[in-house]
């Protein structure tokens, strides 16, 4: 069984602090973000405050709900930005998830937004799992991660169903 690990709101505003603090330092001013659903969501949303850009949002499915863990053939497009807003032509665009697992669907998403007029298209995510990838990124796509953890199972508060129990969990997985 893969070993798991439970981060708080908390640990998750405090690594999207750092995180925000990564993107403004490397000197490209980015317009707007592109939220990869669900897990980007929420990261988006507290990047925002950081970061002061507006946020659009696409959804994909590569995961199969029904078997946690478990991934389908392929990544499919579930809700998508078709046409992308004139409003985002020719801008710097940060597409968000919450964790750099196998990256096929960042791989996914990022070659697709590549076909776009796009200015800088970079790369936020909040955990970047020390493993071997089976997607690749585009090339010169600025790459940012709040921080690089071990490859185990990772519960987001998010998707708590007892926020109380999620929360002792974490304390109980840092002990």
């Known amino acids: 069984m893969k070993k798991k690990i439970w981060y708080t ?5 405090r690594v999207i602090k750092t995180l925000a603090e ?22 988006a949303r507290i990047l925002r ?12 499915a590569y995961y199969d709900s029904e078997f946690q863990g478990k ?8 809700q998508w930005l078709d046409p992308i807003p004139e409003t985002l032509n020719g801008k710097n665009i940060l597409v968000v998830d919450e964790v ?4 096929v669907t960042l791989e996914y998403c990022l070659n697709e937004f590549a076909k776009e007029n796009f200015g800088t298209v970079g790369i936020a995510v909040l955990h970047e799992k020390i493993k071997e990838k089976t997607g690749k990124l585009p090339e010169g796509m ?8 071990q490859d185990w199972w ?21 002990d």
Do not use: C
Not at 71 to 78: A, E, F, L, P, Y
């Open 100 to 103: 750099d697992d196998s990256r």
């Open 154 to 174: 990772i519960n987001y508060p998010w998707d708590a169903e007892d926020i109380d129990e999620h929360n002792r969990l974490a304390a109980e997985s840092r």
């Open 9 to 13: 709101y908390d640990d998750i505003h």
């Open 71 to 78: 991934v389908t053939d392929s990544v499919k497009k579930i």
């Open 49 to 60: 405050g950081f970061l002061g850009i507006p946020i659009y949002a696409v959804t994909t």
């Open 142 to 149: 600025p790459y940012f991660s709040g921080v690089t953890v």
């Open 22 to 43: 990564k993107i403004q330092a490397s000197g490209v001013k980015y317009d707007a973000m592109i939220a990869i659903g669900g897990g980007g969501f929420i990261p």
